[in-house]
């Protein structure tokens, strides 16, 4: 009885790791999607930075 709750939990492990993987490449793909493609230019405390995507 044992062993079959340590492999329930195994399974509810993977499948929750799967769960956040998917999610990051989610996140990752939609990120890389929306940001805007050409040259950017930022003005800050640190300078002028330009920045090719």
Same mark, same amino acid.
């Given at each position: 009885m044992e062993g079959t709750a340590m492999n329930r939990n195994a399974?509810?492990?993977?499948?929750g790791g799967l769960v956040v993987l998917v999610v990051v490449l989610g996140v990752y793909v939609y990120d890389k999607e929306?940001?805007? %493609? /050409?040259? %950017?230019l930022?003005? /800050? %405390?640190g300078g002028i930075s330009i920045q090719e995507n």
């Open positions: 399974l509810y492990m993977i499948i929306t940001r805007p %493609e /050409g040259v %950017e930022k003005i /800050g %405390e």
